[in-house]
């Protein structure tokens, strides 16, 4: 079975400092994806970053990275700078090639940057 | 522009009767659809899986007389909850996925049963 953990349930950041939120996934599927998804408190979900199990190596896209950690199955998102509009609800999620696109979430970490 | 609707973004009803909530994907056609509901500051629930043409696939314990989905169309999936009760009230999201692994999300539905 595939499970996905995020243990931090909230964080906070003072405005401009980096910020680094947990993410660990369990499957015995050997190709895999993972992904950082944003939810502001509107509801739609923002996509920030993916990593493929196949990766060397660790994806960035702008202020974020995604430290891929295989051997201890751990994704975790890494925002540079952070910024006001950062507060929001932070999922981490894996969908398997064996699972028909199907994409599992953890629980979510709730950011709060502080001016 | 948006890639994938929802309509409604918002509904009350009241409790017995059915709602009905479309995903529509706008760009591309859609070879499977899914659906999750989330409730307030919880994680996103994956109810079930709808490919176009043929019925859908749903979770271990989502009943699936009571969520009906219809994936009519390679754009257009539509969820029916019936006889909706106030414990039904939650965020519902629709995630599209087309070719070559491309995938978007709704902007989801708010669904208020009183």
């Known amino acids: 079975a595939q499970k996905i953990t995020q243990t931090q349930p909230g964080m906070f950041v003072q405005e401009k400092e980096a910020v680094t939120l947990d993410c660990t996934y369990d499957?015995?599927?050997?190709?895999?994806?993972l992904f950082w998804y944003k939810q502001p408190s509107s509801g739609e979900m923002i996509f920030l970053i993916y990593q493929g199990s196949y990766d060397e190596q660790n994806a960035t896209e702008g202020r974020y990275s995604l430290n891929f950690q295989k051997a201890r199955k751990s994704a975790n998102l890494v925002i540079s700078a952070s910024q006001l509009g950062d507060s929001a609800m932070y999922f981490c999620?894996?969908?398997?090639?064996?699972?028909?696109?199907?994409?599992?979430f953890g629980q979510g970490t709730e950011l709060s940057v502080k001016p | 522009g948006a890639v994938v609707s929802q309509h409604p973004s918002r509904v009350i009803c009241k409790s017995g009767t059915s709602v009905k909530i479309e995903c529509r994907s706008l760009?591309?056609?859609?070879?499977?659809m899914f659906w999750y509901r989330q409730f307030p500051k919880k994680s996103l629930m994956l109810m079930a899986t709808?490919?176009?043409?043929?019925?859908?696939?749903?979770e271990q314990g989502v009943e699936k007389d009571k969520f009906l989905i219809n994936h009519a169309s390679l754009t257009l999936s539509t969820l029916t909850v019936t006889s909706a009760h106030p414990e039904d009230s939650s965020f519902y999201i629709c995630r599209v996925q087309g070719d070559a692994d491309t995938q978007y999300f709704g902007p989801g539905t708010r669904l208020t049963v009183l």
């Open positions: 760009d591309f056609q859609a070879t499977t």
């Open positions: 499957t015995s599927d050997q190709s895999y994806g």
């Open positions: 709808s490919n176009e043409g043929s019925k859908a696939t749903y």
């Open positions: 999620a894996m969908s398997s090639y064996n699972q028909g696109g199907k994409l599992i």
